[in-house]
């Protein structure tokens, strides 16, 4: 009986290892400034610039002298938190969870800042760059009111967020609650489209904020071109 050579394995049971593409990045994924899961690093950078927060103030120029003044000297309605608070803290990762699972919109607590003015800040919660390379963002809302439609000051937010982290639409998704209890099953939610003329005007109003709080410190020209930046 001839001998038959003995193979330590297969060659036709060896599998090609397949490559996994990278997920696509985009240029705002080099601006990261600080993460909330830091939180105090994260407010502390927070305090250096204009946040989404502060441009969902910024209306006129009236706003801007109010707004000035509560970053120079603290707001009388300042507190550390409410019941209201509270919630939205806590159904905010159930909520980001539906976007993750519905959209594909991956949760973040990072602070980006611009790529035209590094005092210039934002903290989505949540972003996505999809396969064409466009950037895809997630805002997230509680509230104890049924809405009409999403109101101006988030809407301000948004415009805020897409142009500091250069996205071109946002997912505004919201819970209402009764009592603290989530009427429906589901959050309801909204495509906002980038819409370069508002952030135009919030930009030319939020350097009037940073003149008026740090005189001395430079600010970009509001009649520069924001667009989203290029693949990194």
Known sequence: ??????????????????????????????RVVADSSDRVAWL????????????AKLATRESVRTAAHEKLHGSRYSFGGSRYTDHGREREPVIAEWARAQHGIEPSSLLFHSEFERRHL????????APNGILEL?????????????PRGYLRQVWWQQYVLGAE???????QHDDFVPVAAEPLSRW???DDDQIAILVGLANQLLAAIRPNG??????????????A
């Open 1 to 30: 009986m001839p001998d038959t050579p003995f193979a330590l394995f297969d060659l036709e049971s060896v599998t090609t290892p397949v490559a996994v593409a990278e997920p696509p990045r985009h240029a705002c994924q080099s």
């Open 44 to 55: 502390r950078a927070r305090s250096q610039g204009i946040t989404a927060t502060d441009a």
């Open 122 to 129: 934002a903290t989505p919660d949540g972003l996505r760059v």
């Open 138 to 150: 997630c805002e997230i809302k509680t509230t104890s009111k049924p809405w009409r439609g999403i």
């Open 169 to 175: 639409r946002t997912l505004v998704v919201w819970e």
């Open 192 to 194: 906002v489209d980038r």
């Open 218 to 231: 430079a600010a970009t020209d509001p009649r520069a071109v924001y667009r989203p930046g290029a693949l």
